[in-house]
């Protein structure tokens, strides 16, 4: 149980075994301690005020971690509000090598890896030119990315060239930013690629005739290179060999060059001038004997009418028809050709009704034409009516209200019907009676207007009963009564100018002489 102990003034700080709560209006609120409190996670500020006691049970925070292994050395480090670790697993590495084997060539030779050019940039622009990769190059976590290129430039009518190389390893999202420097004479070349999110590749470029291009690659390196030897028949080509004769085979495998200075064979060649006929064979036109070549030869021209020997010429009876086709021959025909077609006849069209069937029928179109040549447009045959009268039957019997479909019947008939009005007297209570009017109706037909039916007749002597006994004089309610009984005594008054002179009226009358 908590006491509350208030403490007026302020000389008192403490008291044994009592809490100071809080201070108003220059009054200490103090109470008594009691109960332990649980903690179980770590805080500031945890309110202990009415406790006596706290027990405190927080746990570590602990988690899985999972490592990709990369190029650089890692300090692995608990998340925010983490204590450490429970497991620290780290996935393995290997690392790819290509195995190459290389022909020998007589020019040097660069061997790399397999790999695909993604994007290439070039600096067109002057000394403070900068050039960039298009945005949107795609790099993908976990694999290897080379950069490669030469820069050249002038610079006091020399020219400078450096090849430049280098690597760029993405690996489970981290960046890597490589920055490449070159330096010739007073001249830099700087290329920085940067794997931004893994999603985007840039070079600048800063110097006029700088080429640089980023690779994919499957691997990280060659392990092995064999470079084939050279065949035993190789043979470096040089020197150069002097030709002064015509000849066919002369064997140059060894020079690397010929000079070919032939004489002429002294005097000036013996030339002849021929013509030649077309024919359908080909022709070898040769000089005559005496003669070491021909001047020029002359070839007469091809008539306009010449036919082949292997074409069959045509007329217009080689034409014949087949049906709606003619046919034609193939073959030469020197002049038009033309072939008739018989003629046929156009029919008139007619049409058909069939049967009703479903009320329904069909209306079947038909023409008859004699075979040949008919010339177009349109015929028009005799109409066929059909009439709704045809198509329609029967009486639809109308037993409801509402919209009714009659398409396929000839006529609706709707029933003649009555309503008959009555009413039902009911049973007399509380001096009442209910009278139920109710109107029964047969299907059909009913014509506008009133219809009265047999009037039930309510009289007084149904709703009263019951009798009462009226002993004084006043107003009496007898609404309900059949019947009342009058238990008075009544005097009757006699009136007259003398006094009689016998017994008049009954015992206890008045008599009333007036003057």
Not at 122 to 147: D, K, M
Not at 381 to 394: P, Q
Not at 453 to 479: C, H, K, R, Y
Request: glycine share 10%; net charge negative; aromatic share 6%.
């Amino acid at each position: 149980m908590n006491d509350n102990l208030t403490i007026f003034g302020t000389n008192y700080t403490s008291v044994t075994g009592i809490k100071a709560k809080g201070t108003s209006n220059g009054t200490l609120t103090y109470i008594r301690p009691d109960g332990t409190k649980s903690i179980t996670e770590n805080g500031t500020g945890i309110d202990v005020t009415e406790y006596a006691a706290v027990d405190v049970a927080v746990e570590s925070e602990l988690y899985d971690k999972y490592v990709q292994p990369t190029l650089d050395n890692q300090i692995i480090t608990p998340s925010e509000g983490k204590d450490g670790f429970s497991n620290v697993t780290v996935y393995g590495f290997k690392l790819r090598t290509q195995y190459k084997t290389v022909t020998p060539s007589t020019s040097e030779q660069r061997i790399t890896t397999d790999r695909t050019a993604i994007q290439t940039c070039v600096s067109t622009g002057g000394e403070n030119a900068s050039e960039s990769f298009p945005t949107g190059t795609s790099l993908v976590e976990g694999q290897l990315y080379v950069i490669d290129g030469t820069v050249t430039y002038l610079e006091s009518q020399r020219s400078y060239t450096e090849p430049i190389a280098s690597k760029l390893f993405v690996w489970n999202g981290t960046e890597k930013s490589i920055d490449l420097t070159v330096s010739i004479g007073t001249k830099f070349f700087t290329a920085t690629i940067t794997a931004n999110s893994i999603s985007t590749a840039t070079a600048n470029i800063d110097y006029r005739g700088s080429t640089i291009t980023l690779y994919q690659t499957s691997y990280h390196g060659l392990n092995k290179v064999i470079v084939k030897p050279i065949p035993s028949q190789y043979i470096i080509p040089s020197g150069t060999k002097s030709i002064t004769e015509n000849g066919t085979g002369i064997d140059v495998a060894s020079y690397a060059s010929v000079d070919v200075a032939v004489p002429s064979s002294g005097g000036t060649p013996s030339l002849q001038s021929k013509s030649a006929t077309p024919t359908e064979s080909a022709q070898t036109v040769t000089p005559d004997s005496g003669y070491d070549g021909l001047s020029s030869v002359s070839v007469g021209a091809i008539s306009s009418t010449y036919v082949g020997t292997g074409i069959t010429r045509r007329s217009s009876s080689d034409l014949w028809a087949s049906g709606r086709s003619v046919i034609v021959p193939a073959g030469y025909y020197s002049a038009q050709a033309q072939s008739s077609i018989a003629f046929g006849t156009e029919g008139t069209p007619t049409a058909t009704k069939s049967s009703v069937s479903n009320h329904s029928v069909s209306v079947t179109p038909s023409v008859t034409n004699t075979a040949g040549y008919i010339a177009g447009g349109t015929l028009t045959g005799t109409a066929v009516s059909i009439s709704a009268s045809e198509l329609v039957n029967g009486t639809y019997a109308v037993n409801s209200s509402g919209t009714k479909d009659v398409t396929n019947y000839a006529s609706a008939t709707v029933p003649s019907g009555g309503a008959t009005a009555s009413a039902t007297k009911g049973t007399v209570s509380n001096h009442s009676v209910t009278v139920t009017p109710r109107v029964t109706c047969t299907a059909g037909w009913v014509s506008a207007g009133t219809s009265n039916g047999t009037a039930v007749t309510v009289s007084a002597s149904e709703l009263v009963s019951g009798s009462t006994t009226i002993t004084d004089n006043g107003t009496t309610d007898v609404t309900n009564l059949a019947s009342v009984t009058v238990a008075l005594d009544f005097v009757t008054y006699h009136t007259s100018s003398t006094a009689p002179t016998s017994s008049q009226g009954s015992d206890g009358d008045i008599w009333l002489v007036t003057s």
